[in-house]
């Protein structure tokens, strides 16, 4: 069975840096051609991809929050980190993580999202 | 950025109804389009893959179409459980995008 849960910080002060961590089960991060996605959606909003890692460690960011973020993996752990670096309340979201769905860059595990506040 | 744009944003059935949402992408993606569908306080679904391939579980009352830059995703006959928010992404190009999302509602 296929899961994925995130867990990190509910509330950071604006400048802050974020890190939520990805962990993930069913599957190995090693496996070729997948890979995980972090995506967001503001409150009401629609959804934002963030960034991806695949099983050889190459990433790809999104370019608007590229200078801001930056993923990683621990397979041996089975986890997959984000980091965000000053944070401000438009960055108020809640925050997914995802499996790509092998061979197609689409998402078919999601995890259950967590909500992050950013407010001082 | 391919940026994608849903349309109507929102959409108002009724059960039996026959709903078509349309995805248009800013450049060509030939078929590389996903749609999801999402709940109140839960993660998206993936429903349709490359444009028209329908994902395992999913009803075949969805269905998907389009190539290129404009895209359909149709509901044969709404069932109460498909009023939610469905988003497009393009996969064709990083960054990957969702468009901003169609809510169905109950009309």
């Known amino acids: 069975q296929v899961t994925l849960k995130e867990s990190g910080p509910v509330l950071v002060k604006p400048t802050e840096t974020l890190t939520l961590t990805c962990t993930v089960s069913?599957?190995?991060?090693?496996?070729?051609?997948?890979?995980v996605s972090w995506i967001r959606q503001p409150p009401g909003k629609a959804l934002e991809w963030l960034a991806h890692i695949f099983s050889n460690d190459e990433k790809s960011y999104s370019t608007s929050l590229k200078r801001r973020l930056t993923i990683s993996k621990d397979t041996s752990k089975s986890q997959v980190v984000l980091t965000m670096t000053n944070m401000d309340p438009v960055d108020t979201a809640t925050y997914y993580c995802?499996?790509?769905?092998?061979?197609?860059?689409?998402?078919?595990?999601w995890g259950q999202g967590t909500l992050v506040t950013v407010s001082s | 950025d391919i940026q994608m744009t849903q349309s109507p944003s929102t959409l108002s059935a009724s059960v039996g109804d026959r709903v078509t949402i349309t995805c248009r992408a800013s450049?060509?993606?030939?078929?590389?389009l996903a749609w999801y569908q999402q709940k109140p306080g839960k993660a998206p679904k993936l429903l349709i893959y490359?444009?028209?391939s329908l994902e395992s579980g999913v009803p075949s009352r969805f269905s998907g179409s389009g190539s290129g830059t404009e895209f359909t995703l149709t509901i044969s006959s709404l069932q109460p459980d498909d009023f939610a928010t469905y988003y497009c992404q393009q996969y064709n190009t990083y960054p990957w995008t969702f468009g901003q999302g169609t809510k169905v509602e109950i009309k």
């Open positions: 450049q060509s993606i030939s078929g590389w």
């Open positions: 069913g599957f190995s991060l090693s496996n070729a051609r997948m890979g």
């Open positions: 490359k444009a028209s």
């Open positions: 995802a499996r790509r769905r092998f061979g197609e860059s689409t998402f078919d595990y």
